[in-house]
């Protein structure tokens, strides 16, 4: 009779009659092991009524009863209200079945062992060849961390390509957020992101920035500022020039890059630059307008057009003899080239003032070369047997106590 009437509660739990139940419960009937027959038959209401009035001995095996038989909604509802028995089965099942949802909620919960984890999910999906719901999983929070694992896994079980290219894509997909998010998180890069104009990078800015403390000439006579002035700047352009080319001028503050150029002899952006020049007044202009300039530039410019006087003499006295050619052939005068190269001793320039036969040589500024202890120059002038050589050059030879100038005669 003991029998009949267990196999009585264990059909009606199965078969998910419960108000049959409640009648066998009010008659006297145990309820104590009907829980593995609501797992084998799956009938969520049942199992409500089971747990609202708090029937039934649990057994932790009626987890993987339910599981094999693919009942998943009744699972998500034990494992909602608290039921115990989830483990590394229970997720190997969920994941042949492919049930993603519950998968999910599986490795969220946490509420069995380690095994029961996202990592052994992802595992799993690629022993199954789960490749809709791997490719889901190795989007999850979390899974970023596990990707290079799942791939090695993928590669021991030589699983099919298209599992080994999801996970890497994976992989790749989460490489670039990371890279995102370090800009994101960065204040400088944040800044300069924020700060953005198309074409105009950190190089660029930088070199724009120093435009407010450079002056663009040198005093009242507008001549070109001195190297060391700029020597900031050049530093910054450089670094600017690895990264772009000459086409990209347009970039930066024409009015101060004129004057950087002519401070630095820089001849290749000068050509880019045209500069007009005016040979009787040895001077060179630039003409900025509609050209990319900066605020003190606009407001000191008259006409947006920039002009430097004494050129040649700059040309000569800082050795840059390209410069020097450039003006040259524009017709500018050089009538104290001689001079200033007989001071500061640049052989480049004495070589092309040489070669082109410029006049205003004077025997006197053997003397000056001779005192500065210009020993290549004076050779240089010895070589094409120039006039001065006397008893006042060997004196300013003496002065300079160069010893080997003396000897050059």
């Known amino acids: 009779m003991m029998m009949r009437a267990r196999s009585c509660v264990a059909s009606a739990a199965q078969k998910g009659h419960v108000e049959m139940l409640q009648y066998l419960c009010t008659t006297g009937l145990s309820v104590v092991h009907v829980w593995p027959s609501v797992c084998a038959g799956g009938h969520l209401d049942m199992a409500q009524y089971l747990w609202t009035q708090e029937l039934g001995t649990w057994d932790d095996a009626n987890i993987n009863g339910a599981t094999e038989r693919g009942h998943f909604e009744l699972l998500r509802f034990l494992l909602d209200v608290g039921y115990t028995g989830f483990d590394r089965r229970t997720l190997a099942l969920a994941i042949q079945y492919d049930q993603l949802e519950f998968v999910q909620c599986l490795v969220t919960y946490a509420l069995g062992p380690a095994s029961v984890s996202l990592p052994s999910a992802l595992c799993d999906a690629v022993e199954y060849s789960r490749l809709d719901l791997l490719s889901r999983l190795c989007a999850q929070l979390g899974a970023q961390d596990h990707l290079a694992a799942t791939e090695a896994t993928a590669l021991?079980?030589?699983?099919?390509?298209?599992?080994?290219?999801?996970?890497?894509?994976?992989?790749?997909?989460?490489?670039?957020?990371?890279?995102?998010?370090?800009?994101?998180?960065?204040?400088?890069?944040?800044?300069?992101?924020?700060?953005?104009?198309?074409?105009?990078?950190?190089?660029?800015?930088?070199?724009?920035?120093?435009?407010?403390?450079?002056?663009?000439?040198?005093?009242?006579?507008n001549e070109v500022p001195l190297p060391r002035t700029y020597a900031t700047y050049h530093e910054r352009f450089c670094h600017w020039l690895s990264r772009h080319d000459l086409s990209q001028l347009d970039?930066?503050?024409?009015?101060?890059?004129?004057?950087?150029?002519?401070?630095?002899?820089?001849?290749?952006?000068?050509?880019?630059?045209?500069?007009?020049?005016?040979?009787?007044?040895?001077?060179?202009?630039?003409?900025?307008?509609?050209?990319?300039?900066?605020?003190?530039?606009?407001?000191?410019?008259?006409?947006?057009?920039?002009?430097?006087?004494?050129?040649?003499?700059?040309?000569?006295?800082?050795?840059?003899?390209?410069?020097?050619?450039?003006?040259?052939?524009?017709?500018?005068?050089?009538?104290?080239?001689?001079?200033?190269?007989?001071?500061?001793?640049?052989?480049?320039?004495?070589?092309?003032?040489?070669?082109?036969?410029?006049?205003?040589?004077?025997?006197?500024?053997?003397?000056?070369?001779?005192?500065?202890?210009?020993l290549n120059l004076i050779m240089f002038f010895h070589e094409h047997d120039y006039a001065g050589f006397g008893p006042h050059a060997i004196s300013a030879a003496v002065h300079s106590g160069n010893v080997d100038l003396t000897f050059t005669r």
């Not at 990078?201 to 663009?216: F, G, I």
């Not at 952006?269 to 009787?280: M, T, Y």
């Open 156 to 221: 021991y079980y030589c699983a099919p390509t298209a599992i080994v290219q999801c996970i890497q894509n994976a992989r790749y997909r989460n490489a670039v957020a990371q890279r995102t998010r370090s800009v994101l998180l960065s204040k400088v890069h944040f800044q300069a992101i924020s700060m953005y104009q198309d074409g105009v990078d950190t190089s660029t800015r930088q070199v724009r920035e120093l435009c407010k403390d450079l002056a663009l000439v040198c005093n009242y006579e």
């Open 251 to 374: 970039l930066l503050c024409w009015p101060h890059l004129v004057a950087y150029a002519l401070s630095y002899g820089n001849m290749a952006v000068l050509e880019v630059l045209q500069p007009r020049v005016f040979a009787a007044q040895r001077r060179v202009e630039f003409d900025c307008h509609g050209r990319c300039m900066c605020y003190s530039a606009k407001n000191n410019l008259y006409c947006h057009k920039v002009a430097f006087n004494c050129v040649t003499i700059y040309a000569a006295v800082s050795g840059y003899a390209e410069l020097l050619a450039f003006l040259y052939k524009h017709d500018c005068g050089v009538a104290w080239v001689w001079y200033c190269v007989s001071l500061f001793g640049h052989l480049s320039i004495a070589k092309f003032a040489h070669g082109h036969r410029f006049a205003g040589w004077k025997p006197r500024f053997m003397c000056n070369a001779a005192l500065a202890g210009h």
